[in-house]
């Protein structure tokens, strides 16, 4: 079988790296085949000069036996190579067909007038290729982001594409959209186009792809087929050692004291009726579908969205917390899962930003900073954190997805805050970071301080959590202890509808008082 | 002029933060120098101590503008009523001065506070009301412009009962001290001005806010910064500037027009957008606000000398305003 894709001997620097020595990659029609390595290991920047968005130093492609030269995204398009970014590039003020086939409009009247109709028609029966069921006429802005994914994927088998590249496609997605989103797959797999998927996500990985390619430093360090290789070897060869996981154990809390309670919060259908507590040294994971409202209870409580109702109590003080500012000021930190929008002024330095929750602590009378000071802070968070830049005054754009959470986490430490919201801590980080920030947060919990950590990877939940609270709808549908509670036992919580909200209700309560 | 440049870059070349932007400001000021370059050799009155003065003294109220401006527009923000502001504050310094006949100093604080006081409207209007601040800028601008005149009764105000009220910009305190170097007090205000505002924007909290304002509100809201109250921080001292401005105008003029002032807004604007600084915020310098300003004088004197029309000495500010902006593009992209 000729190969849709063969990649030999790529070079690309940027100034200042090397992104890619001598990198290799093959792709064949109607493979899944997955790109691994950590951040920066170059295989953004492979998939990017596939998809003619850089240009290449040195080294060949060839699609189906033929040297190619692609200069740009247009010429990867014609060449039937798509990429779907992991953010979505869609106008959510048009329709679902008018995106898909943006600028390639159906005209009539001679060319005059859009012919809307023709255009919705073969809208549906891209979807119907799919078996995708949505309506061509629907508003993208009004659509869930599994859905806007679909739409790109349609978008690009509009092209007639034999090469779909996708990066982190199930990033924002729950379990069932990932279902579905595979079932997508796994029909474009049988028409014969070839998928590159790029995650982090290892057992996704098992169940979809059929190769592995893993690259570290740039370079590819090998491919193997996914059915016989272990996991555990493909983390050792994109990290070029072993990682030990290390046994959790649950400390005894029982006696620590309550740092955190909050009783019937309530915001219309986002927060309904939800109460729980939080021990000092305890981490509390928060498990749940997307769009279970873990995130809008965080920021309710850390005061960046408004309360209907409901009381919370810091150290056994009833308090009002109006703002972020308030909730700063007791202690209470927030991480967001969406960094670069939430956490970083990304265009400002790295001691900027970890001195922004804290910078009154660095005046002189009130007014001028201590510009010393907070560098010396800055790269002794650096050292501790293990954070991978050249300086302190580098810009946090800059850095990797790993690095930058780091600083997030760094800023909060600096304003020595001891009740923190994790949300979503290790999104879009690679194994090796992730570990780290584990890590992190097992002291951080030792230290005493009180952490909950929202995710929606079940497995990371199960191994950081020693308790763990599942909402479902804006209800805190359950609470399992962490030891001898399995993903099906979550799910079941993470999944109970309205209609059962009163057992669930019990269980709550019964959670609470074990 | 080299000596002030040297004195003010020092902070700013210090603070890594700013550094994205030295490219341009360097642009900036190489284009400054090939622009003298270019009319002393054209003309040879160009050069005299005079014109050199003249030029100083015609920077001195656009660029007190344009430093005010540039604080605003480091946050991400614009604001449109500069012009008007400077004005109503010349004309609260004839009411202080001339109607009520109180001492200079207090005409002068009376005319630094209402500007503050203005600004602080617009900061509030902004951080608190969520209007756009081109909106409410806008609607500041025509608010002031027409309170001048219904306070003025659309006369000019004149300061004839001041006597010292003209030192304020057109004496010379250097010449006094350096008679060969007589800068007038209104350009020394405004390097004064220019070195504070450095020296806020680069080595104080308010500084840091601004530049974190326009860098990425949302996250320096959810670090428990109170951003509303220092966007209402920025404008106030943006607004007290602009009231600065209002006196060396009124002193040069020796009376408050209150018709003048619309449109200076737009030269303060252009005078920080030439300087480098982003009008989509986050990044921006003092240094590069002033360059930004004598390149609009130079030109407008320049083009004069050489006898062009004013008609055209517009078009040609206008084309330097696109080249600026193309320019840090050019930068971004290469």
Known sequence: MIPLVTIERLDKSFPGVQALKQARFELLPGEVHALMGENGAGKSTLMKILAGIYRKDAGEIRMEGVSVEIASPRAAQDLGISIIHQELNLMTDLTAAQNIFIGREPKRAMGLLLDEDALNRDAATIFARMHLRLDPRVEVGTLTVAKQQMIEIAKALSFRSKVLIMDEPTAALNHAETAELFAIIRQLKAEGVGIVYISHKMDELKEISDRVTVMRDGETVGTVPTATTTIDTIISMMVGRSLTETAKEVPDLSRHDVVLEVRNLRRDHAIRDVSFKLRKGEILGFAGLMGAGRTEVARAIFGADPLEGGEIVVKGKPVAIRSPQDAVRLGIGYLSEDRKRFGLATGMDVAANIAMPCLSRFLYWRIFLKAQAIRDMARSAIARLRIKTPSEAQEVRFLSGGNQQKIVIAKWLARDCDILFFDEPTRGIDVGAKNEIYKLLNTLASQGRAIVMISSELPEILRMSHRIAVMCEGRLTGELPAEGTTQEDIMRLATQRNSVTGDARATATEGRTT | ?334
């Open chain 2, 1 to 334: 002029m080299t000596i002030i440049a040297e004195q003010e870059s020092q902070p700013v070349v210090k603070s890594a933060m700013l550094s994205q932007g030295t490219w341009q400001k360097l642009l900036a000021f190489a284009s400054l120098i090939a622009l003298m370059a270019v009319f002393s050799v054209a003309s040879e009155n160009f050069l005299q101590m005079d014109n050199l003065i003249g030029i100083l003294q015609a920077t001195a109220v656009n660029g007190v503008l344009a430093v005010a401006a540039t604080f605003v527009i480091i946050t991400g923000g614009i604001d449109l009523s500069v012009g008007t502001l400077m004005t109503f504050c010349a004309v609260i310094a004839g009411v202080f001065l001339t109607y009520w006949g109180l001492p200079m100093p207090v005409g002068i604080l009376a005319a630094i506070a209402a500007g503050a006081l203005c600004g602080s409207v617009s900061g509030t209007l902004i951080a608190k009301m969520k209007i756009p601040p081109f909106i409410a800028t806008l609607g500041m601008m025509m608010l002031l412009k027409g309170l001048a005149l219904v306070i003025s009764g659309t006369r000019p105000i004149y300061f004839n009962d001041t006597p010292n009220f003209p030192v304020i910009s057109q004496e010379s305190l250097i010449g006094a001290v350096l008679p060969f170097l007589p800068v007038p007090n209104g350009v020394l205000i405004l390097f004064v001005v220019a070195i504070a505002s450095s020296i806020v924007l680069t080595r104080t909290a308010l500084g840091r806010y601004t530049f974190a304002l326009g860098s990425n509100e949302e996250a320096v809201r959810l670090s428990g910064v109170n951003t509303d109250f220092w966007k209402i921080v920025v404008y106030t001292v943006s607004g007290g500037i602009c009231g600065i401005a209002g006196l060396i105008i009124a002193s040069r003029l020796n009376s408050a027009q209150p018709a003048l002032g619309q449109g200076y807004e737009l030269d303060a604007i252009a005078a920080v957008v030439i300087g480098g600084t982003s009008l989509s915020g986050g990044r921006g310098t003092i240094l590069g606000t002033i360059i930004g300003a004598l390149i609009i004088s130079v030109l407008t004197n320049g083009l004069r000398i050489l006898s062009v029309a004013q008609e055209w000495q517009t078009v040609v500010t206008g084309i330097i305003i696109i080249l600026a902006v193309y320019a840090d593009i050019l930068r971004r992209k290469g």
